[in-house]
């Protein structure tokens, strides 16, 4: 493990992996760097790329300094750029492509492509109200200090199927998915509105638009949004992929696009 510091004073903890041209690993909701599944990505990405794998804020061995906003977020992200080097790939997985958007519109020089993969915005006023219920009810869980079912709450509110998510328990990695779940309120806030189709207007790095075959409609509706209003964005389905994306299946494309 490795760490560094955000401008605010939050330790960022990460671990690198490979090496190659530098690719920051932006993980969605309830993930962290330890995670075995991000380790596998990691791994698999690192066979082309020097892999920057971090703790966002809140997460793992990653500090958690407060208030949270999303202007924070993104100084971790140009924090660990610094660390690459000063310039670097950005791959975002859901709300983690929400994050590397805006770094893109933030960070100028310093990122120097993007590929988003399944950007979790809602895509439509009636997914917005539903998801608004939905955060209502994560935020009154976390405010009673009722970690697990927030976090269950949650899974099944974005259409994890029930029978995975009463297993959840089961699993030896379910006492840090409930410790992760303050961080759920974070997610909320970066994926509760609709895509900022006239901010991405002013993207000016090269971005890689890709939606996972079987992840639900709202997604790709999400990809094409993003994809008509960024300029030059390439867009992508990726065939017999879902949500939670096989690395090994998506590093073709990735490699294609970033190198």
Same mark, same amino acid.
């Given at each position: 493990?490795?760490?560094?510091?955000?401008?605010?004073?939050? #330790?960022?903890?990460?671990? !690198?992996?490979?090496?190659?041209?530098?690719?920051?690993?932006? &993980?969605?909701?309830?993930?962290?760097?330890?995670?075995?599944?991000?380790?596998? /990505?990691? =791994?698999?990405?690192? &066979?082309?790329? &020097?892999?920057?794998?971090?703790?966002?804020?809140?997460?793992?061995?990653? $500090?958690?300094?407060?208030?949270?906003?999303?202007?924070? @977020?993104?100084? /971790?992200? @140009?924090?660990?750029?610094?660390?690459?080097?000063g310039m670097a790939y950005l791959y975002g997985h859901s709300s983690g492509a929400v994050l590397?958007?805006?770094?893109?519109?933030?960070?100028?020089?310093?990122?120097?492509?993007?590929?988003?993969? /399944?950007?979790?915005?809602?895509?439509?006023?009636?997914?917005?109200?539903?998801? =608004?219920?939905?955060?209502?009810?994560? +935020?009154?869980?976390?405010? /009673?200090?009722?970690?697990?079912?927030?976090?269950?709450?949650?899974?099944?509110? *974005? $259409?994890?199927? =029930?029978?995975? !998510?009463?297993?959840?328990?089961?699993?030896?990695?379910? %006492?840090?998915?409930?410790?992760?779940?303050? #961080?759920?309120?974070?997610? *909320?806030?970066?994926?509760?509105?609709?895509?900022?189709?006239?901010?991405?207007?002013?993207?000016?790095?090269?971005?890689?638009?890709? !939606?996972? @075959? =079987?992840?639900?409609?709202?997604?790709?509706?999400? $990809? %094409?949004?993003?994809?008509?209003?960024?300029?030059?964005?390439?867009?992508? +389905?990726?065939? $017999?992929?879902?949500?939670?994306?096989?690395?090994?299946?998506?590093?073709?494309?990735?490699?294609?696009?970033?190198?």
């Open positions: 493990m490795k760490t560094t510091r955000s401008k605010d004073g939050t #330790t960022l903890a990460y671990d !690198v992996y490979g090496s190659g041209p530098a690719l920051l690993y932006i &993980t969605g909701a309830s993930c962290y760097r330890s995670f075995k599944p991000i380790v596998q /990505d990691a =791994k698999v990405f690192a &066979t082309e790329f &020097t892999v920057y794998s971090y703790d966002r804020r809140g997460r793992g061995d990653s $500090g958690n300094t407060l208030p949270y906003s999303i202007e924070r @977020e993104i100084e /971790d992200i @140009e924090a660990m750029i610094n660390k690459a080097g590397a958007l805006e770094a893109a519109l933030l960070l100028g020089s310093k990122v120097q492509k993007v590929v988003m993969y /399944d950007a979790s915005y809602v895509h439509d006023e009636k997914e917005k109200a539903e998801y =608004k219920h939905l955060s209502q009810t994560i +935020h009154k869980l976390l405010d /009673d200090g009722k970690n697990a079912k927030a976090m269950s709450t949650f899974l099944k509110g *974005i $259409g994890m199927p =029930k029978v995975f !998510v009463l297993l959840l328990p089961l699993f030896p990695g379910w %006492r840090t998915m409930k410790a992760l779940s303050p #961080t759920l309120a974070y997610d *909320i806030a970066l994926t509760q509105d609709m895509p900022p189709v006239e901010r991405a207007t002013r993207v000016s790095v090269p971005t890689q638009i890709i !939606v996972g @075959e =079987k992840s639900p409609a709202a997604i790709h509706d999400v $990809g %094409r949004q993003l994809t008509k209003a960024i300029p030059s964005a390439k867009f992508a +389905h990726l065939p $017999g992929q879902d949500h939670m994306v096989n690395a090994k299946s998506l590093l073709p494309l990735l490699s294609d696009f970033l190198k």
